[in-house]
């Protein structure tokens, strides 16, 4: 897969911390400390890590894969037979999503598509203009929300403004860069080239989960956990 990392630093201490060629400084608001739900600290976070892969996907011709610093490898990701890593590899998707779910699905769960949890996914840079005005049009929400009312966090936005491209039937009045989408194994959303077009598809929400409590009972089947609802310091084992 040609894998290279790097953190994304949004303070000077972290930054400095770290060796240079692993490491972003945010162009936005700095924030220090531990940061909690609700609190617009965290918001400037979200925004800031919009911005930022918004960038890499501008200035470069890479693919990102995002994780946020609660979601822990149990094992690699990208090895195959594992979700994550067998979805990229296909090469069909533009963007690769983990489901928001507070306790172990059913089995035979199948992700709706309208939302999912912006702490871990991947994008792809293959329709560069597409996915960076997409990017692009969610930095601008994000920052306008905060603006206007003093909060706006970036999973909500990411998801209302992805809604709000999914449901235009193709007008293209929208500034999202696609006209339609595709979830995996259904139809597309309307009719449009295939560049016009996002093809998307969900993780294994049985070997990449969010939140449960009881996860370690199907520890030997997960390849990461997502420990978003966790507080504080809650979230250091």
Known sequence: LGLDWVVIANDDESYHRLRADRVLPVTGHLV????????????????????????ILTWTDLDVVFTDCDNM???????????????????EY??????????????????????????FWYASGRKKAQITA????????????????GHGADQNIW?????KMRQQGGS??????????????????????????LEYCSMDPF?????????EKWADSLASYHANYATSEGKIP
């Not at 930095?139 to 009312?149: D, F, K, L, N």
């Not at 500034?175 to 309307?190: E, N, T």
């Not at 070997?207 to 996860?215: F, I, L, N």
């Open 32 to 55: 220090t400390g531990m940061v909690g739900w609700g609190n617009v600290k965290l918001d400037y976070v979200g925004l800031n890590k919009m911005t930022t892969v918004r960038d």
């Open 73 to 91: 490898f149990i094992r690699s990701p990208f090895d195959a037979g594992v979700s994550l890593g067998d979805l990229i590899r296909t090469r």
């Open 94 to 119: 533009d963007y690769l999503y983990q489901p928001e779910l507070h306790a172990r699905p059913k089995v035979g769960y199948k992700s709706p598509g309208d939302g999912g949890n912006t702490g």
């Open 134 to 149: 997409f990017f692009g049009s969610v930095v601008v929400a994000v920052a306008g929300r905060i603006a206007e009312v």
């Open 159 to 163: 998801w209302q403004t992805f809604n």
């Open 172 to 197: 293209g009045k929208g500034p999202w860069g696609f006209r339609c989408v595709r979830l995996c194994d259904r139809k597309a959303s309307c009719q449009a080239p295939a560049n016009d077009t």
């Open 207 to 215: 070997v990449h989960p969010t939140g449960w409590e009881d996860a």
